[in-house]
DNA sequence: GAGTGGTCTAGACCACGAT
DNA sequence: TCGTGGTCTAGACCACTCT
């Protein structure tokens, strides 16, 4: 464990001191110019430490007092949400079902904020894997030019993908609602299902610009046994420390 | 926007070179000592701005050739999730139908990695919003001395407040997988289900510790009508800029 | 006034990549 | 060899909190 730049030492000993439930929630960390001295360092080198620690979650600081163990928010997870591919299935095929332009609908006017004169393009397709339907799913984007109506430009593209055309991945804001429903008859038909057993997982895919203003509603109807969903959560992934020791593997 | 730190203009311009698409993934940044120059700084500051570039998921650099445009990562998303609080409910009841120490049975041998003398602790609750069953729970955990076997304790705890009598919150290590399920006829007589076209939201949660021993499994089956979940992704939070910004406003 | 964190400087040495 | 990023120093000034 040597070898480590003093930076990570300090990250280290103060992460071990947190996990080990030798420092709790609130308890304050030792001063910056406490901590030069006990590693014979300088200021700078203590505070990319804790700047790392900070970034983590471990540790805040208030100006004119200290730096403080954080109070751990045990309800923010991390999910992996890839329409064409979740924890037990890959779409290996699409078709598409409909592209077109329409006036939009009374709910669309809403979530959308449009007006109800603003073109709306509608996607609909269907996912396949081995040549079984496993999800329904619909997208509509306010019409602006150059807008993707080719068709092959929209059959594999994920929704994040549509959009980008125009603006960076970067610039966009995306929120996902995930429920449950039964199908009704015409999801029933599309995606193959005869058992009235089998329930829907449904994903509501919102895309916003930088300004906030709705750039496209996507909704994903995937059939229950085609789709799982995978989240994590951890403080201890120890990136920079992972990452230092790849590189000195080398 | 003057008055911002160096090192925040630094981020500040080139995130709007990013999310204009002026730079694109892949792209080469301005050079350090190149920064130096352009904002008549010294290197640590430019280096503290494309620290937080890099931190942010905009930038990565590769010692001896630059800093370059990441490529986003669009399959990525902050999940929120607390057992007793979703988007469209609240849990204001828990009622405790079990807890008891049980021999495992040989499914959880398995996903707890115990041995099949190892005693575990099954806890099974039922969750209620305004005096409707929502939810049924059950958990189980590797039983060690001074687990929470009291009552109390148990009722109205969530997955890792239990398991955080022992352990700080920080070395734990949490898995989500969110499924879809009809209800069995147990799990209907629980909630409270007489019509068969409900179905459920299942969250399976595993906890692990830092070793990355499994410490706990919980599955928690919601009534489909409440619950939903969101997540979100965006890389222009500016959370820096925005704290800055409250910091000054005061 | 003494101590704290926030910002910043003008250097330094190193390992690495390109040439 | 020269430019690059990675680490680090020994100071500085500021605004803030505490007493």
């Known amino acids: 464990m040597m070898g480590l730049p003093i930076y990570l030492q300090i990250v280290e000993d103060i992460k071990e001191k947190i996990n080990s439930g030798e420092l709790k929630p609130g308890d304050p960390i030792y001063s910056e110019n406490t901590l030069c001295k006990n590693y014979n360092t300088s200021r700078m080198t203590v505070r990319k430490g804790l700047a790392i620690l900070a970034n983590e979650g471990y540790i805040y600081s208030i100006p004119g007092k200290g730096n403080f163990v954080q109070e751990p928010d045990s309800s923010i997870y991390t999910l992996y949400y890839d329409e064409m591919n979740n924890l037990i299935n890959s779409v290996d095929k699409t078709k598409l079902l409909e592209v077109n332009i329409i006036m939009p609908p009374y709910k669309l006017i809403d979530s959308l904020q449009i007006t109800k004169n603003k073109k709306v393009i509608m996607i609909r397709r269907l996912f396949y894997t081995d040549e079984e339907p496993v999800a329904y799913d619909v997208k509509y984007l306010p019409y602006y030019k150059g807008m993707p109506i080719v068709e092959k430009e929209i059959r ?88 230092n020791r790849n590189m000195m593997r080398q």
Request: aromatic letters at 14%; one cysteine or more; proline letters at 5%.
């Open 156 to 243: 594999y593209a994920t929704f994040p993908e549509m959009v980008s055309k125009n603006t960076s991945l970067f610039a966009i804001r995306k929120e996902l609602v995930i429920s449950v429903q039964m199908p009704d008859e015409e999801l029933s038909k599309y995606l193959n299902i005869y058992n009235a057993e089998l329930p829907l997982m449904v994903i509501e895919q919102k895309l916003y610009d930088m300004d906030n203003k709705p750039m496209g509603l996507g909704i994903t109807y995937f059939r229950g046994d085609y789709c799982k969903l995978y989240a994590e959560a951890s403080f201890f992934k120890d990136k920079a420390v992972q990452e």
